[in-house]
């Protein structure tokens, strides 16, 4: 007779299948809510059960060994049809209820999904919201996350997906930087002026900023004394009088009410099309994904 799973050996593999796509126990404890020594702890324990090194450890990487790379591959099932178990569930209940996983871009969180969470949570308020915000792309099915908000054009045949409104990019500086160094009427007058630009933390690459001139769109790489890796940190510079700086429509939009910024080059703004909400297959019929965009739709 097959000797019985137990709870504590299910719970390593769990934490294992986690730690295996996310790369390190910090990352695994997070997606799972416990702590990274809960993880190191389950995961040793399944190692001394199994007999085998499941992960080289380093103090900067941890890497599956052979034997952890042909177990990981059947872990990752196991945690797959556990998650499959809990959205069949969430579906029989009909109604919006349940922790809601959602992840988004700093951008997109701060400035539309959070200031719309509780208008959300009071049309339902079973569902308990876990937002989490980061200019990485996440691995959606691998850390259990049930919708992004991303601006990117996102190609995963694991995910389902629906594009949102155009949002538009544009130049824009403070009243008393264009009162000091004057207002340019082209993109080419750019080089004049003192630009501030972001950096991708996903990839190292300066942002390259598109205009439309006539019929055709262009891309410039200006040469900017100050680089930021936030597209937050650009507008709090550039309202501070470092520049001219690009950014979306929908964040700069507060700060041109209250006056602190004003648009430059408007004439040659871009609108784009590549705000996309995608979710897992398995989360097609989840009511409480449903529901939030449903609210996704309104808001954009």
Same mark, same amino acid.
């Given at each position: 007779?097959? *000797?019985? %799973?137990? @709870?504590?050996?299910?719970?390593?593999?769990? +934490?294992?299948? #986690?730690?295996? /796509?996310l790369?390190?126990?910090?990352a695994?404890?997070?997606?799972?809510?416990?702590?990274p020594?809960?993880?190191?702890?389950?995961?040793?324990?399944?190692?001394?059960?199994l007999?085998?090194?499941l992960?080289?450890?380093?103090?900067?990487?941890?890497?599956?060994?052979?034997?952890?790379?042909?177990?990981?591959?059947?872990?990752?099932r196991?945690?797959r049809?556990?998650?499959?178990?809990?959205?069949?569930a969430?579906?029989?209940?009909?109604?919006?209820a349940g922790?809601?996983?959602?992840?988004a871009?700093?951008?997109?969180?701060?400035?539309?999904?959070?200031?719309?969470?509780?208008?959300?949570?009071?049309?339902?308020?079973?569902?308990?919201?876990d937002?989490r915000?980061?200019?990485?792309?996440?691995?959606?099915?691998? *850390?259990? %996350?049930? @919708?992004?908000?991303?601006?990117?054009?996102? +190609?995963?045949? #694991?995910?389902l /997906?629906?594009?949102?409104?155009?949002h538009?990019?544009?130049?824009?500086?403070?009243p008393?930087?264009?009162a000091?160094?004057?207002n340019?009427?082209?993109?080419?007058?750019?080089?004049?002026h003192?630009?501030?630009?972001?950096?991708?933390q996903?990839?190292?690459?300066?942002?390259?900023?598109?205009?439309?001139?006539?019929?055709?769109?262009?891309?410039?790489?200006?040469?900017s004394?100050?680089i930021?890796?936030?597209?937050?940190a650009?507008l709090?510079?550039?309202?501070?009088?470092?520049?001219?700086?690009?950014?979306?429509?929908f964040?700069?939009?507060?700060?041109?009410?209250?006056?602190?910024l004003?648009?430059v080059?408007?004439?040659?703004?871009?609108?784009?099309?590549?705000?996309?909400?995608?979710?897992?297959?398995?989360?097609?019929?989840?009511?409480?994904?449903?529901?939030?965009?449903?609210e996704?739709?309104?808001?954009?």
């Amino acid at each position: 007779m097959k *000797e019985q %799973i137990g @709870l504590e050996r299910l719970t390593g593999l769990i +934490a294992f299948a #986690r730690a295996g /796509s996310l790369g390190s126990y910090t990352a695994a404890a997070r997606s799972l809510s416990v702590s990274p020594s809960a993880i190191s702890k389950s995961i040793q324990r399944l190692e001394a059960h199994l007999g085998v090194t499941l992960f080289t450890r380093t103090t900067r990487s941890l890497t599956l060994t052979a034997e952890g790379r042909e177990i990981h591959g059947r872990a990752l099932r196991l945690l797959r049809d556990a998650e499959d178990i809990e959205q069949v569930a969430k579906r029989a209940r009909g109604e919006p209820a349940g922790t809601l996983r959602i992840a988004a871009s700093l951008a997109i969180g701060l400035h539309i999904i959070a200031p719309a969470l509780p208008q959300f949570r009071k049309l339902h308020p079973k569902v308990t919201i876990d937002l989490r915000l980061s200019d990485h792309l996440v691995d959606l099915v691998g *850390e259990g %996350i049930d @919708l992004a908000i991303r601006i990117a054009d996102l +190609a995963d045949s #694991r995910l389902l /997906s629906r594009r949102l409104s155009p949002h538009r990019l544009c130049c824009y500086a403070s009243p008393e930087y264009l009162a000091a160094r004057g207002n340019p009427k082209h993109p080419d007058e750019l080089e004049a002026h003192d630009t501030v630009n972001l950096r991708y933390q996903s990839t190292g690459q300066t942002f390259r900023w598109p205009f439309r001139i006539g019929d055709r769109d262009i891309e410039i790489v200006p040469s900017s004394s100050i680089i930021v890796d936030a597209s937050e940190a650009v507008l709090a510079t550039i309202a501070a009088g470092g520049g001219i700086g690009m950014g979306a429509g929908f964040m700069a939009g507060p700060l041109v009410k209250r006056g602190q910024l004003v648009p430059v080059l408007s004439d040659f703004a871009v609108e784009r099309n590549n705000i996309t909400a995608v979710w897992p297959e398995s989360r097609r019929t989840n009511p409480a994904v449903r529901a939030f965009l449903t609210e996704l739709m309104k808001l954009f």
